[in-house]
């Protein structure tokens, strides 16, 4: 697949043409930008997915004046303002990267086109989404049912490494609970 990991992923999901690969590949571009550099500000319209190759980023929004982490993407994850994307408006979500990271990047508008195109795409693209759905679940049953250690637990192995690497004010703040929380539980007291 060229060496491309965002091929070779969704290729993972449906077969792909020569051609299709070609032509995703033709829209598909990498840079490496440093820790906090943003990637969407609140309140931009989101034109672009990115793929984070290596590195760490978050999606974050304010509620009533607080910060709030609401997912992450760490080494070989998918993160973009899915709603802004669909409806076109602006997006009440930031994106920042924690730390230097590896990214490829493609225009959502671009992709569509060449999912019209390449059905082969479109069908990878809906698995895609399905298990991006799967997810989505899980985390809302994560945050009704779970416990702060069960949802520390979950967090620890939906994004792998993430705990040496993410400042905790952001776990805590994904996880729905406070920075000493996440440091009794690191430290076995709770």
Not at 120 to 141: C, H, K, S, W, Y
Not at 170 to 175: D, F, G, K, L, M
Request: charged residues 25%; contains cysteine; hydrophobic residues 40%.
């Amino acid at each position: 697949m060229r060496n491309n990991p965002v091929i070779e992923l969704i290729a993972k999901l449906n077969p792909l043409s020569e051609k299709c690969i070609q032509d995703f590949l033709n829209i598909i571009s990498f840079d490496i930008l440093p820790k906090n550099a943003v990637l969407l500000e609140i309140g931009q319209r989101a034109r672009s997915m990115y793929f984070i190759k290596k590195g760490l980023a978050r999606a974050y929004y304010y509620h009533d004046g607080k910060e709030v982490t609401d997912y992450f993407a760490v080494d070989g994850q998918f993160i973009g303002a899915v709603p802004s994307l669909i409806n076109g408006l602006p997006s009440n979500k930031g994106i920042h990267l924690i730390e230097t990271s590896e990214i490829y990047q493609f225009s959502s508008e671009a992709f569509e086109a060449c999912c019209l195109q390449h059905h082969d795409l479109e069908r990878a693209t809906r698995r895609l989404t399905a298990f991006a759905l799967l997810e989505e679940q899980e985390r809302i049953e994560s945050l009704r049912f779970y416990s702060v250690r069960e949802k520390y637990d979950l967090v620890a192995r939906k994004y792998p490494g993430i705990m040496n690497r993410c400042p905790l004010q952001y776990i805590a703040s994904y996880i729905g609970t406070s920075q000493v929380s996440i440091s009794r539980i690191r430290a076995g007291t709770q």
